[in-house]
Structure formats: C-alpha cells, structure tokens
C-alpha cells in the first residue's frame, strides 16, 4: 500500500540540432555522468549528476578526417553503452560502426559489420556484445571485439499477427538481457513488416537457442525489457485497440500482464535496478488538450499480484523521450526528450495515511481508499474507490469541517479534490452516490471527485512534485520543479512553493482555489503538516527543517539545529501534537528514516537497520513512535521516553547483547560468559521479554498506528495486510479503560489479548474491591467472570517485579477500599480487630472472591443467574464445601417448586430476578447445571469426598451421577456407608473412609463406652492418642488405659524418656523405671525404685547394671557416680573418671578416700598417656599447617605470574594509547575458569586426602562390578585444579584446636604441674600454643590474599572463612593457658 512521490526533481536543457528525432541514454556509475546520444544527427552530451552539460561532441565531425564511409548520412545511432573497464563511450550505429569515446576528444572505430546494426545490448557484466544485424543475423561479441557465434534470428510472421495499423508499432528489433547474464532475449520484426510472431531466448555460452515465446495474443513488438532479478521476461503486445504488457518465463511461456491505457506508440520498457518499477514509454499519444501529440512516461509497480500505474509523467512537446534508470540509486529515473532537454528524478515509495488511518492506494486515476481503523482491506480491494479524470501524481489528506478530504494533483496539472461526507466514513459516501447512480442507471459504485476550478495554472505551469494541507487552514502548499525554457539556457534550479487557499461552496458547484503566494525555495524533498504551529514542515536535500507559515507576512522559518536530521530522510512524520504539548515545542517537529535505515527525531539518532517507522498520534498512554528493524522485531516506544533513548547515541550501533569495547584485549574474558549468553539466546528471545519488542513475519513493514485505538497495521511481502495489538499499547489502554472504570472494555481488551486477567485486579489495588458491582454489571457473560475467577494468582502482576510492572502506567491515585460496603467486609479474616481488615494483596484471592460473590447476589438475576460465578468464588479458594452448600440449596428449591409449594420471601424474588436474567439473555441455572460446571474446574473424587465429609450421600451420588464416572461403582460403597444404625456411627464410617480419622475418633467416642475399645484401638493405629486423652476428660480408667497403651508406643519408638513419663501418669512405676534404665537416667531410676520401697539388694542389683548400662552408652561420668556412690566401688570410679578426662574430679575422689595408690598407678599413667597422645596430635598438625601453607603460597605465586603474563599480552595485542583499567579483573577471571596450577609441590606427594596427610594411592586394577555408593570428595585436595586453592584454605581452617581440646589441655597442665612434671606442662602448652599461632597466622594470609572470584568457590571460602573467625574468636576467649608456664625470653648478657 505504498504510492510514489518524487523526492529531487531537476531540469536542464542540452545542445541539439534542430529537428524531430530520438536520443538513446546511458550513465555512468562511478563518475554518475550521464550520456544523452542524438539518434538522428550523432551527437554526444555529457552531464554530471547536478545537471551540467560538461561537454559535447559530434561525432560525424570527429571522424571526417578518418574515413568518408563511417556514420555516413543514414547511419544513425543504434545503442549506446558505458563501460566501466575501458572508461568509454561505446556507441553502434546503425551503418555498422562500433565506436569508442573516451572524453570529449578521443573518437575511435573498433570494427564495423558490414550487414549494419538494428540494435545491440551488452551484457550485465559488459562482457559479452549481442548485435542484430540489418540482415536478422545475431552476432554474439566479446570485449575484445571477437564474433564469438551468430545464428539467425529471422521470424515468419503469420497472418494472424497483424495489428491495427491506428496503434502505430516500433518495428525493427530488440535485444535484453538476464540479470545474471546467462540468458539474453531477441524479439524482431521480418523486413517489410512492423510486428514479429515470437520472442527467442538464448543461452549466452554457444549462443544456443533455448526456448521460443509465442504469444497468445496478436502483434508482438520488438520492445522487451528482463526483470533484473531474472524473473520474467517483459514484453509489449497489440490487444486490441490498445496496448499490453506480458509477462514470460525464461522457457518462454506466457505468464500474465497488464494493459496499458494509453494510446500512441510503446517505445520502451525499463526496469529499475530494484526489480521494483517498471517505466513504460509512450510517444504520439493523444495529448490532455487533444492539441498535438505528447509523450508519456508511466511507472508501474506490482504487489498481491496487481500491476498499479503508480505515476504517469506527460511531455507536452512531443518530440520523443528515453528513460534509464540509474544503476547506483534504485529510485533514480533519467529522462531525456529530442527537444533537448535532460530530467533526473529521485522517487521514492512511502505510504499515504491520514491522522485518522485512512490508507490511499494510487492506481493510475483510481484511488482506493481504506480506513484501517475500521476495516483491513488489502488492495487491490477497498473500502470505497474514488475514480479522477487522469492519473494521481500526488495527494494529501486534509481535514474540512471534521471530515476527511483527500486533495490530489493529477497528470494533467489538474487539482481535485474529494471529500466524505461524516467523519473518516467514506462508506456512507458511496451509499449516497449508490442511490444518485441508480436512478441514472449506472452500475460502478465509485466517488465521482470535485476538479478544483484554478484561475491559472498551478505553480505556474511546473512540474507538481507534492502538495499539503496547510495546519489550521483550507489552504494548500504546493511544490513544482519550473520545466526548461524555451530558449534552451540553464534554468535556475530553485522550486516553486505556492499557496492555494480552497473556497468550499455549498451547492453542487465544484470548489475554486485562488493562488495567495507564490515564492521559491532550493531543495525541498519533503513536506508535511506542521503539528506544532499552523504551516508546514519542509525538509530540504540536506536535511535541515524549515517551516512555512501560513500567515502571509512570515515565509520559510528555520527549525532549529535540534530538528535538522543529519541527513536526508526520505520518509518524514510529523511529531504529534500531544507529544509536543507534552516535551515542549522546543522538541524536533518530525520522525525521518533515512535510505539507510537510521531513524533520527530531529539530530538525535534512534535506532539503526530500521525498515519501516509509523507513529500512533493519540490514544491510551499518549503518543508512540512504532518502527520495524531489519532483524524482524517490532519497536513500540512513547514519545515520552524518547529522551532516555536518545540520550546515549554512541551506544546505537550496538546489538543486545554485544560488548561496548570491542577491543582485542577489552573485554577479552569478562564478555566471553556474556557474548556466549547472547548468542545462545537471539534478540527474539531477548524481545519476548520486553513488552516494547515484538517479533514480526520477516519482511513486514508498517503501513499504520490508527488513532486511539492499539492496533498496529502491517503489510506482508506477500501483499496482504494484518493487524496486531502491540503488548505496550494494550497494557495502556487496559490502564486507560481501567482509570476510568470501564471493566466491560477492559476485560474485552485483555482477553482478546491474551494479557493475564490478574491486571484487571492488580492494577490500582485494592480499587476492585471497591468496583466489583460495576465489574459484574459491565461484564455481561457469567463465563467471563468464571474465567476471572480462575485465574487468580497471589502474585501482582503490576506492582515490582510483576510481569507488567515496567510497562503499566501509574494509576492516578491508589484509594482505599470501602469496607463499608455490605458482604464486602466478609473477605477480611474474621480474627482482625474492626477498622484494621487486611487488604494486601497477600489475601488477594480470597478478598475478590468475597467481593464478587457479594457483587453477584445483589444483581439482578442473582444466584439464579450467576450461579457458575458464585460458585467459582468458593472453589477458587477452597471452599469445596460451600460451593456444595450452594448446589444443595439450589436443589432444594428445586424440588420444592416441583412438589408445587407456593413461592414466598427468597422464592418469589427469584422468580422475579430470573425474569430479568431472561431480559439479559440469561436464564436462571439448575442445580445440575451449576454442578456440571463446577466439575469443569474440580476434579470429581475431590469433590465427591468433599460431599461424603459433608455426610450428605445424596449430595454424594448426585456428584457422581452427573460425572464421567459410572455411579455403579459407587452405590455400593455408598449403601455400605449408611447401614450404621446410628447417625454418630454412619459419619464415623464416612470419616474414617475419607482418612479424617480425628474426627472418626471423635464419633466413635461420643457413640458410647461399649465403643471405647475400638477407639482406643483407632487410635493407637493413627497416632492420636493424645486426641483421644483428651477426648475422655475425667475418666480415670479410661484415661489409664490410655496412658499405658501411650507409653508402650512411645516405647517402641525408642522415646524412653516420654514413655517413662507416660507410665508415671498412669502409676504403672515398676515399667516407668524400666523406661528409665534403658533411658540411662540413672538419678530417676533409682529414684523410682526408693519410691517402690526396693530392698538394698535390689538397688545394688540395679546400680550394677545401671553403671554397665552408662558405660555402654558413654556417659562414663554417671557411670563413675553410681559406681561410687551406690557401690562403693572407689577403683572402678576413678578409672571411669579418667576415661571421662574429668582429672580433676578423679583426684578429688582419691585424695578424699585416703587413696594415693590411685594417684600413681591410674591418674597418673593415664593423664600421661593422654598429654604424649596431644603432644604428638599437636606436632603433627603444625606440620600440616607448614604444608599446606607452603603449597597455597607456591599456588598464589604462579597465580599472580599467570595475571601478569596475561596483562603484559593484552598490551602488547592492542594499540598504544588505550588505557585499560580491567586487565586485572581480565586476568583473574581467566586464570579462574583455567587449571593453572600445573605444578608439583615440593613434599613430593601427589595430594592431600582427609586430615591424615597420607598420598593417594597409585594402584592400579578393574573397576569393581558392582555399584558402589558415590563417595563426597569435596575435603580433597587434587594438586593442579582449579579447587586446589580453596581445598588449601579449608583444610587450614580446620586445623584449628576445638574449645574442648583447649580445656582439656589447661587440664593437664595443671595435672602434670601437680605431680611434679612442670617441664612436661611448659612443653604441652608451649606446643599448643604454637599450634595456635601458626593456624591464626595461616589463617590471615588466606584473608588478607583471597582466592579467585568464581562464585561457588568465592561462596565456599566465605563460609569457611567466616568459621575459622569464629574459632579464633573462641580460642582467644577461653582462658586457657597458665601464666607460669609462659615461655621468657632471657636476654644475653653483655660482654
């Protein structure tokens, strides 16, 4: 749906002779010279780009002093040709010269065929010459200028291929090639006749014929024209009384085409480099005035399979026009007509829509109009045609009295306008005409335009290039290119602006346009409706911005440097008027997207590799500026934010994802993770999480963002259109719709959206609360309310962290929820004080459950209407039960209206609410129903069993009947349920069935003594023993038994202690004390048994196994107690209590006995044996200490010289004058992710297990079959790893002494200093003491020099680290050393 307009548009006149004759064209593409050959009189015009004739040649003159027979007087100029290689002019005349012209001076003849040349054709490559002769030979040339083959190419024509002789055919031959060179197409006419009967494609390699194209219609000319690309093969046919264009296959077959609806001649067909326009060149056609003849340039453009005449240039001087399009600028259309004068037109294609999303399609006098925001009609179809008097060259959308009108200037330079009649209703525009048309008997619906009367010619006569709407007014900016003199000088090349003020009349006469001002500008390429003042915005070649006022005392106003683009910008929109307001008019005017594809707003830069760009002017959440990329994703970004985007523009070029340095040594490893990120994760993945980002069908450009709507409108390559709803702007207009409470909308927008219906909710909480009743009202399908319900969820979606919590605007302010509202309260727990109900959105699913529930019973219809709702608010949260309750009810009713019972109170105002759900398309629902649907969202055996914990087994049945299920299998069940006698009995039945065995247990005791057993028996099996306790109060044997059967369970799952006690609740001593012994509470056991009254004997016997029972459980220091205590046994006692370590007590217990054998001969032996066993343990882990630090030193050395050999690589890598500030992040995270330490240690063992300090075993051998249990190997230390540092660390944290062993060590100290070995106990707690020292000092190197920073190590020596503080700190708590024993440092004496 895009037209063409024409951007540079620039005239001048060339030296001819005088007289009716053609010229051929050609250019250049490096030096974009153009070279125009006069066919008739063989002279030569060069012109550069800018439209200045460098020089001309005549090169009959150049070559009379070399030969009389070359271009003699009827040899004409056949073809013309650049070529790049040899830097000439190649020119083939029709005498049979090949000539070279290399400037203005150099001439020269490179061969001659005698036979004379028809025509010729280089190949895309200019490697290859195809010739046809004057005798129908083709000759096939290299550069070289060697015949490579010739072949006729002669045609018979039949007698049916003869043409009308009105439409005046060509004639003579024709020669085009395929864009790869491969193939090459020949049409010509036999001698004496004006048409050939078919067209030949050859093969370039042999010059082989490879297929002959008949055509199915008369009168093939001699005019083809191949498709760059390869497509199809063009050529021009007679149909008729007019002509056709068809198309063909490369094995000749017909393939379509188009008629052309002109009359005269058919000259040439051109291909633009694109592939995209195709320009046909008609000369003699009837002129506009039917005065004298013109010629005619048409542009056709085809899309969904429709040829569209997009533009038809008309030359009024009829003397005959060639057209070639430029080979470096697609769009690039050169002119150049026997009068002598040479045109340059840029086109360029862009869409037509108007602020409203009307879309206009030109296709030649007819203009399809769509309004998009309606309806998606992708041409060739349309909402409504408007058919004008000739072709559309351009047109505007303007606004009368508010409604659309489309102004438009057609080929003949005439101005039309057309308008509808309501709004951007064009439909009931055609309604109209349709009735006017009837009673006339006209049977095409189209609009008949208005052709606006002129008093003179429009910008005097120029070229019309575009037109605008004037903002503010019913005016018309016009803008022409002035057409060369008559006088054949150089014209000044500044375009003509003139201002036409549209007088609208009221009747059915046409309206009148008067020319108010007139003036001149250089360079305008596009103009637009200024959104800002009223005028127009003109952007000129270089991109700057001006604006025309459309006060008559102001003319072209500079913009600003703000809002000039940096450069040219073929596709310009205006900035809209609510972003203005908005930003302030200081902000740039206008959007432009360049040929490149950079998307500027005035200089700043938005984003590059864009394709397509539209802008939604106004609508929920304000302005949006929309643009496609090349990598297929849709950007939808406010005008509000595009100052944050336009902050960084250094940042533009870069790809999600992709390193800011690009650096060889920046960067080098810190972005490896992150590169590998981006690439395994592509930018649509990326885009899927930004709901300003969408994905889109590869190719897809923006045709429009209709206003106030969220609707985007996209054209495929295919042709056909399709809307989208960008997430950003659906998000908007939900808030939008939600601000102001209108659910109805909201809720249409959001589920035909696919948005999560928790933001109707979420968005300004707890408001819902408030607005539940105007929820229910404007949601009219109880469905609708259900689908709400279900998909709750406690999370907000809009508060932080939500899904659309960036994207959701602000609320405009957050209100309170009215508790005072009836049943609304209900949601709020019922424990809270009154005024403090908790409305977080923490309780958030129950809170709107009770608010819509109370919503939907005090609306019309009530429970008999929304009764799926209404239980939907109780299975949401769980309240199986009471959605059940509701079903019951309704059934209830039901067969009470059955049994013919009169209706009263609740009755009678169901039967009214139901009148009115049938009023809304609603009846009121049966309980069956309302089942049904709840066994939708429920699972059935949930809901049956809810209905048994109900005791209700006719509700359970109707729950099965209604069910997938076969209610067979459950009648029995049920029948097997309620043969009970007694109703405690029948609910203990069902509870016990459901597994609610507390509350069975509840009915079986409350059914009678005789059933206590079986309680007693329920619960010993369930565990609830302590319900049961309960359960039975006051009564003491029950309660016994009870307890007994308690401390037998607690017993058995070895809880001696409790069952003990169990048993001492119930007076059963003799098994409490049992429970005690096996417990090892010795003091309660004995105890116990004086309780019992028990014979000395007996405690004998009891503290005896009791002293064995505590050594077997290690509790040596009770075992020592009783043994002393109960036994007497004073030797067993000690010695228990210097296995304990308790030596202080063990002397104490000795010397009070009068016994100083046991000092010597078991405290002292064994506190020795204990303090050599600590020295030798103390001596061994300093030397792991010593190790392991040493290793971790070496390790942490060849780190640092890794990191510097690194650093000092990347330096040398990149170019002087960088400053890298990284290089030691870089190097550390390298050497993290590496095995560096690819060293031996220096004690010669090959790793660290354990705390043992013993090597790994080397032996070899199989591998067991059988499975063994994976071994934790996280303590070992594996010399060359990566671990090896942080094993290191750990193992040297460990080494630090417990608390216990500090203790035990001033223990014996103290011993040993009793006894009279003080050197021993210097030497024990000297050792020690080193060992503390040593592990504190180890400890701080790791501190002060951390391990590399990986995230699970760094984690790991945290922990590690923080647990070695916490043992220093406790070492340095402990008191534990003894002041004498204190090493001294004795100085040296003097001397």
Known sequence: MRN????????????????????????????????????????????????????????????????????????????????????????????????LVQGPREVQEVGKLQEGIICSAWSPDQEFLAICTGTRQLVLMNKEWEVLAEDSMDAVLEPEDEVPSDLGVPGGASITWRGDGRYFATVSAPEGSDVASSLRVWQTEGCALHAVGKASAVGLYTVLAWQPNGRHLYAAHAQGNHHRVVLYETNGLEHGGFDVPRSGRLTQLSWSTNSELLAVVLTDAAAVDKQGNADVVQIWHRSNWHWYLKQEQVYTDGQGVRVSWDEVAALRLHVASGAGWYRQ?????????????????????????????????????????????????????????????????????????????????????????????????????????????????????????????????????????????EGGGEQEHRDILQRLSISWSNGTERPTATATKTGRASGCIRIAEAAAHAGALLQMQDGSMWTYASRDDEGLIPCGPGANFPVPCPFMVPTPP?????????????????????????????????????????????????????????????????????????????????????????????????????????????????????????????????????????????????????????????????????????????????????????????????????????VEYDQDIVDLLTSLKKESVTSEGGMYAAAMPPPPSTPQADTSLPNVTDAFPSDQEAGQQDVSQANKIELVAKALRAALLASPGGQGRFLKPILATFAVVGDLEGALGIIKEVKERQLAADEGTPRGGEGTGEGSNEDDGMQLGQASLTAEQGLKHLLLTVDVERLYRTALGM???????????????????????????????????????????????????????????????KALQLARTKGLLRELLQLVGDRAEARKAVLGVYGEVLSQRNMQEDSALAFTAAQDLPRALEAYKVAGHWQMALTLAGRLGWQEAQVKRLAAELVDGLSSLG????????????????????????????????????????????????????????????????????????????????????????????????????????????????????????SAYQGSTTTGTSSVTGSSGRPASTVGGKRPHKRKQKKDKSGRIRQGSPEEERALGQHIAALAP???????????????????????????????????????????????????????????QTHHTQNATAKQGATSVIDWKWDILRPVTVPSPPG
Request: with cysteine; charged share 20%.
């Open 4 to 99: 063409l307009s024409i951007l540079r548009d620039s005239i001048c006149n060339f030296p001819v002779e005088n007289g009716d004759h053609d010229v051929q064209l050609c250019t250049d593409s490096d030096t974009s010279h153009i070279y125009a050959a006069d066919v008739t009189h063989s002279t030569v015009c060069c012109l550069s780009g800018l439209n200045q004739v460098l020089w001309t040649r005549n090169l009959r003159e150049s070559l009379e002093d070399t030969s009389d027979d070359v271009l003699g007087p009827h040899s004409h100029v056949a073809g013309v040709a650049y070529l790049q290689e040899l830097v000439a002019l190649c020119i083939t005349a029709t005498g049979g010269e090949i000539l």
């Open 345 to 485: 037109v840029d086109l360029a294609m862009e869409r037509t829509v108007s602020s409203s999303g009307t879309a206009a399609v030109v296709d030649g006098a007819t203009l399809l109009l769509t309004p998009l925001q309606r309806a998606l009609v992708p041409p060739p179809m349309c909402a409504v045609a408007a058919v004008f008097p000739h072709p559309m060259q351009c047109l505007a959308f303007g606004n009368h009295q508010g409604n659309e009108v489309v102004a438009g200037v057609t080929s003949s330079n005439e101005l039309t306008v057309v308008q509808a009649k309501e709004g951007d209703l064009w439909e009931p525009t055609t309604e109209a005409e349709l009735d006017d048309m009837e009673t006339k008997g006209i049977q095409q619906a189209v609009i008949q335009p208005h052709t606006v009367a002129l008093a003179e010619p429009l910008a005097e006569g120029a070229i019309i290039r575009s037109i605008v709407w004037l903002t503010g007014s019913s005016s018309l900016l016009v803008i022409g290119t002035p057409l060369p003199g």
């Open 578 to 778: 609510a972003a203005l307001q908005h930003l302030g008019e200081e902000s740039a005017p206008a959007v432009g997207l360049s040929e490149g594809g950079q998307l500027y707003w005035g200089s700043a830069p938005i984003q590059s590799a864009c394709t397509s760009v539209a802008v939604r002017g106004q609508g929920p959440g304000g302005p949006f500026l929309l643009y496609t990329t090349r990598d297929n994703m849709l950007h939808t970004l406010p005008f509000a934010l595009l100052g944050l985007q336009t902050a960084k523009p250094a940042q533009l070029a870069l790809k999600p994802g992709m390193p800011a340095n690009k650096g060889l040594g920046a960067g080098k490893y810190d972005n490896l993770y992150t590169a590998m990120h981006a690439a395994m994760r592509p930018q649509g993945a990326q885009g899927a999480r930004d709901v300003t980002i969408r994905a889109v069908e590869q190719g897809a450009r923006l045709l429009a963002a209709p206003p106030l709507g969220v609707r985007v409108v996209l054209q495929m390559p295919r042709g056909n259109l399709e809307g989208i709803c960008p997430r950003v702007l659906v998000l908007a207009g939900i808030a939008a719709h939600l601000q102001v409470h209108e659910y109805g909308e909201a809720f249409e927008l959001t589920s035909n959206n696919r948005v999560d219906l928790n933001v109707i909710v979420d968005y300004a909480w707890p408001q819902f609360l408030v607005h539940a009743t105007d929820f229910v009202r404007e």
């Open 951 to 1013: 005791y209700d087994v006719q509700l359970a049945y109707m729950v099965v009947a209604h069910s997938q299920r076969d209610p067979g299998e459950y009648l029995m069940e049920l029948q097997q349920l309620v043969k009970a006698p007694t109703e405690g009995l029948r609910r203990h039945a069902m509870d016990v069935h459901l597994g609610r065995f507390d509350r069975a247990l509840h009915h079986l005791v409350h059914a009678g003594q005789d059933h206590f057993p």
């Open 1115 to 1234: 509790n040596l220091a009770g075992a020592a107690a009783v043994a002393v205590h109960y036994l007497a046994d004073l030797d067993n006692g000690v010695t228990l209590l210097t296995q304990a370590r308790e030596w202080r007590e063990a002397l104490r217990l000795a010397y009070k006995h009068g016994r100083d054998d046991l000092v010597d001969t078991v405290v002292a032996p064994a506190s020795a044996e204990a303090v050599a066993s600590t020295v030798s343990d103390v001596r061994e882990e300093r030397e792991r200490v010593s190790k392991y630090l040493t290793r971790l030193k070496e390790v942490r050395h060849k780190r640092s010289a890794m990191q510097a050999a690194l650093a000092a690589d990347d330096e040398e890598a990149q170019p002087s004058g960088r400053d890298f500030d990284d290089t030691a992040s870089e190097a550390s995270s390298a050497v993290s992710g590496m």
């Open 1298 to 1356: 417990s608390t216990k062993q500090l203790t035990e060590a001033g223990q014996l100290a103290e011993l040993l200093t009793l006894l009279g070995h003080e050197a021993d106990a210097r030497v024990l707690q000297q050792q020690l003491s080193s060992l503390v020292t040593e592990q504190q000092a180890a400890q701080q190197f790791i501190t002060d020099n951390p391990p590399p920073e990986v995230s699970t190590q760094q984690k790991q």
